[in-house]
């Protein structure tokens, strides 16, 4: 069983930047993959970033490519989701995930809670 708890979101103007952080308890990801996730009011859950915990690949949406990067502390237990050059259209709730790598939320076994992100314009 893998606890994940996210945090770092908040309220931010349309060009700043935030990083959020998932940190693991329970047992660590290694062995699986962690991935980031975001869902906007009556939007379905959407893919961002996911990144495999072993090797340290990552993947990212074209939306955010260039503008997130996903990141991960083997000692800490903890991913990070780098995000600068915000948009308002990257507001919504953010988690993250543990599983299998891939950019469905259906290969993914284990969620936080989510964060709000708002991005004002």
């Known amino acids: 069983q893998v606890q994940l708890v996210e945090s770092g979101g908040g309220l931010v103007q349309a060009g700043g930047s935030l990083r959020l952080s998932c940190a693991a308890s329970?047992?660590?990801?290694?062995?699986?993959?962690m991935g980031w996730f975001r869902q906007a009011p009556g939007k379905e859950r959407e893919f961002v970033a996911a990144?495999?915990?072993?090797?340290?690949?990552?993947a990212h949406a074209g939306s955010v490519k260039g503008r997130f990067t996903i990141s991960r502390d083997n000692a800490k237990n903890t991913g990070y989701l780098q995000m600068n050059s915000l948009k308002s259209e990257d507001t919504a709730v953010y988690y993250c995930?543990?599983?299998?790598?891939?950019?469905?939320?259906?290969?993914?076994?284990?969620w936080g809670q989510g964060t709000q992100v708002t991005v004002s314009s």
């Open positions: 990144i495999i915990w072993s090797t340290g690949v990552p």
């Open positions: 995930a543990a599983g299998s790598f891939s950019t469905s939320y259906k290969a993914y076994n284990y």
């Open positions: 329970g047992r660590t990801f290694g062995g699986y993959a």
